[in-house]
């Protein structure tokens, strides 16, 4: 199956993993990181659900998350998961923020 | 001066309670074609709104997790059944403002139906994949039909259940490839006809208002499925096969909805996923007729009353623009922005109004579609679908 995956993978070989922003492995700015809970819960919430208890896409609460490599999930937000329905997200979030967007996951979405 | 004994204050308070109570019971008689609900997703609230003087008129809580809520209607307008993402599925009363009952009835949801006869109410399950039928005026559970696929251990999230005239609910299965058609004019023995390889995971589905057709769009490859229920031996027909002629579709960050779509002069309009395209479609033989570029990858494509044009909202990150097509000449005539993330549309039965919700702007905007004037602005926390009482008499809603 082709889809968006293949093009993720062309762009991922072309580009290689640069983060977008540029904003290092530190966590982002406070404003930005309102910015990213509210995007995680609304936009990602629309496949994950918006307590991220699954959909479409499987529940990525704390439980789910915890035996997975964290590594591998930053790489399924960034660039999706070849003949599924997870999109990447690489053009809308930097390596570092997606970093945290999964430890903010594994710790649960904050109310 | 002598204090008034108890017993005459206690009588005076009953004649005063008994005065209230009677005033209670004999409210403003009212009907229920003006009022709708607006869908408060992040708060597990619903809005009673009414579209004669366009206001909120009261807010129902308790309905729990509602991302992806959608609601049908009782036949006779006076409940609304709110299908939550949590399993929960909740009458709500339109005349008393009020929670009327609720079952929490799976682990997750999608969506559900009401049958043509208005006396059963299916819910679409995701986990555990599946269709559950309930009373519509009790929610007591009568029949359960698993969405068992392969070697039958495997089950399918369901999406796209639709009603179908005869007391049939028709739905899809996405893992699966499959669509049901479950027959419950037997509430307590759903006889179950299965259409097998479909095509690659069916996302949502959609009947034609007239009842006859049941199509599937296809998120896994192009084109989309159709089962004619005039005559289903027939077996189901891929239609629009290779939409996206080979070129590579976009990420797709919010699966589109085929509910709504526009049937106009024997054209369909349809949201096209993964391309910033709505197709069009001539309803004699379902193939294509043109696609018209837009703003962004369409979410809904919905039919003004009349057809003469459609209104499209956007995926994610297009989100804050509505579109709207003229469909004898197919082309865009108008572009709003109406606020930030703009989730859902309604028009009123005549089409002199139509609804739009902006989740990330608090607010619920009314248009006037002639004029593309806006006639009112009501506040509504983080709101997603809208959903009007004139939905109770349409097939497909």
Same mark, same amino acid.
């Given at each position: 199956?082709?889809?968006?995956?293949?093009?993720?993978?062309?762009?991922?070989?072309?580009?290689?993993?640069?983060?977008?922003?540029?904003?290092?492995?530190?966590?982002?700015?406070?404003?930005?990181?309102?910015?990213?809970?509210?995007?995680?819960?609304?936009?990602?919430?629309?496949c994950?659900?918006l307590?991220?208890?699954?959909?479409?896409?499987?529940?990525?609460?704390?439980?789910?998350?915890?035996?997975?490599d964290?590594?591998?999930?930053?790489?399924?937000?960034?660039?999706?998961?070849?003949?599924?329905?997870?999109?990447?997200w690489?053009?809308?979030?930097?390596?570092?923020?997606?970093?945290?967007?999964?430890?903010?996951?594994?710790?649960?979405?904050?109310? | 001066?002598?204090?008034?004994? @108890?017993?005459?204050? *206690? #009588?005076?308070?009953?004649?005063?309670?008994? +005065?209230?109570? &009677? /005033?209670? !019971?004999?409210?403003?008689?009212?009907?229920?074609?003006?009022?709708?609900?607006?869908?408060?997703?992040?708060?597990?609230?619903?809005?009673?709104?009414?579209t004669?003087?366009?206001?909120?008129?009261?807010?129902?809580?308790?309905?729990?997790?509602?991302?992806?809520a959608?609601?049908?209607?009782?036949?006779?307008?006076?409940?609304?059944?709110?299908?939550?993402?949590?399993?929960?599925l909740?009458?709500?009363?339109?005349?008393?403002?009020?929670?009327?009952?609720?079952?929490?009835?799976?682990?997750?949801?999608?969506?559900?139906?009401?049958?043509?006869?208005?006396?059963?109410?299916?819910?679409?399950?995701?986990?555990?994949?599946?269709?559950?039928?309930?009373?519509?005026?009790?929610?007591?559970?009568? @029949?359960?039909?698993? *969405? #068992?696929?392969?070697?039958?251990?495997?089950? +399918?999230?369901? &999406? /796209?259940i !639709?009603?179908?005239?005869?007391?049939?609910?028709?739905?899809?299965?996405?893992?699966a490839?499959?669509?049901?058609?479950?027959?419950?004019?037997?509430?307590?023995?759903?006889?179950?006809?299965?259409?097998?390889?479909?095509g690659?995971?069916?996302?949502?589905?959609?009947?034609?208002?007239?009842?006859?057709h049941?199509?599937?769009?296809?998120?896994?490859?192009?084109?989309?499925?159709?089962?004619?229920?005039?005559?289903?031996?027939?077996g189901v027909?891929?239609?629009?096969?290779?939409y996206?002629?080979?070129?590579?579709?976009?990420p797709?960050?919010?699966m589109?909805?085929?509910?709504?779509?526009?049937?106009?002069?024997?054209?369909?309009?349809?949201?096209?996923?993964?391309?910033?395209?709505?197709?069009?479609?001539?309803? *004699?033989?379902?193939?294509?007729?043109?696609?018209?570029p837009?703003?962004?990858?369409?979410?809904?494509?919905?039919?003004?009353?009349?057809g003469?044009?459609?209104?499209?909202?956007?995926?994610?990150?297009?989100?804050?623009?509505?579109?709207?097509?003229?469909?004898?000449?197919?082309?865009?005539?108008?572009?709003?922005?109406?606020?930030?993330?703009?989730?859902?549309?309604e028009?009123?039965?005549?089409?002199?109004?139509?609804?739009?919700?902006?989740?990330?702007?608090?607010?619920?905007?009314?248009?006037d579609?002639?004029?593309?004037?806006?006639?009112?602005?009501?506040?509504?926390?983080?709101?997603?679908?809208?959903?009007?009482?004139?939905?109770?008499?349409?097939t497909?809603?």
């Open positions: 199956m082709r889809r968006w995956s293949t093009f993720a993978i062309l762009l991922f070989a072309a580009a290689g993993p640069v983060a977008a922003g540029a904003a290092g492995p530190a966590a982002p700015a406070e404003a930005r990181r309102a910015e990213l809970i509210h995007m995680v819960r609304q936009d990602c919430g629309s994950h659900g307590s991220m208890k699954g959909g479409l896409g499987p529940p990525l609460v704390p439980a789910a998350l915890a035996d997975k964290a590594a591998q999930l930053q790489f399924v937000v960034l660039h999706g998961r070849r003949g599924t329905a997870m999109p990447p690489r053009r809308f979030l930097s390596d570092a923020e997606a970093a945290w967007v999964v430890e903010l996951l594994r710790k649960g979405l904050p109310e | 001066m002598k204090r008034a004994p @108890a017993w005459r204050l *206690a #009588a005076v308070l009953a004649a005063v309670l008994a +005065a209230v109570l &009677v /005033g209670c !019971a004999q409210p403003e008689l009212r009907g229920t074609g003006d009022l709708g609900l607006v869908v408060e997703r992040a708060a597990g609230r619903v809005k009673l709104i009414e004669s003087g366009r206001t909120a008129l009261a807010t129902i809580a308790g309905l729990g997790d509602l991302s992806h959608s609601i049908v209607y009782s036949r006779d307008g006076r409940y609304g059944y709110v299908f939550g993402r949590d399993g929960g909740s009458r709500v009363d339109l005349l008393l403002a009020r929670l009327d009952r609720r079952v929490v009835q799976a682990g997750n949801a999608i969506g559900g139906a009401i049958s043509q006869d208005g006396r059963l109410i299916a819910v679409a399950n995701y986990e555990p994949g599946g269709v559950r039928i309930f009373d519509a005026a009790t929610l007591e559970p009568l @029949a359960d039909i698993p *969405a #068992a696929f392969g070697d039958g251990t495997r089950r +399918a999230k369901v &999406v /796209g !639709a009603d179908a005239p005869g007391q049939r609910f028709v739905f899809s299965l996405f893992e490839g499959e669509i049901w058609v479950a027959d419950l004019s037997d509430p307590r023995r759903p006889q179950v006809t299965r259409h097998r390889d479909i690659k995971q069916p996302y949502d589905g959609l009947i034609t208002p007239d009842g006859r049941y199509i599937a769009g296809l998120f896994g490859e192009d084109g989309l499925a159709l089962l004619d229920l005039w005559n289903p031996q027939a027909r891929r239609i629009l096969g290779g996206g002629r080979g070129e590579e579709p976009l797709v960050y919010k589109p909805h085929l509910r709504g779509w526009a049937i106009a002069g024997g054209h369909a309009v349809l949201p096209a996923i993964g391309r910033k395209e709505v197709l069009v479609v001539e309803t *004699a033989g379902w193939s294509e007729a043109a696609r018209i837009v703003h962004g990858q369409p979410v809904f494509v919905i039919a003004q009353p009349g003469r044009r459609a209104w499209v909202n956007f995926a994610f990150p297009d989100n804050d623009t509505v579109q709207v097509i003229d469909l004898p000449s197919r082309s865009v005539v108008k572009t709003l922005k109406p606020g930030r993330a703009v989730l859902h549309m028009f009123t039965a005549r089409g002199e109004q139509v609804w739009v919700s902006s989740r990330d702007d608090d607010s619920v905007i009314v248009y579609p002639a004029s593309f004037a806006e006639i009112a602005r009501i506040r509504a926390d983080k709101p997603s679908g809208i959903f009007l009482s004139s939905r109770a008499f349409a497909g809603f």
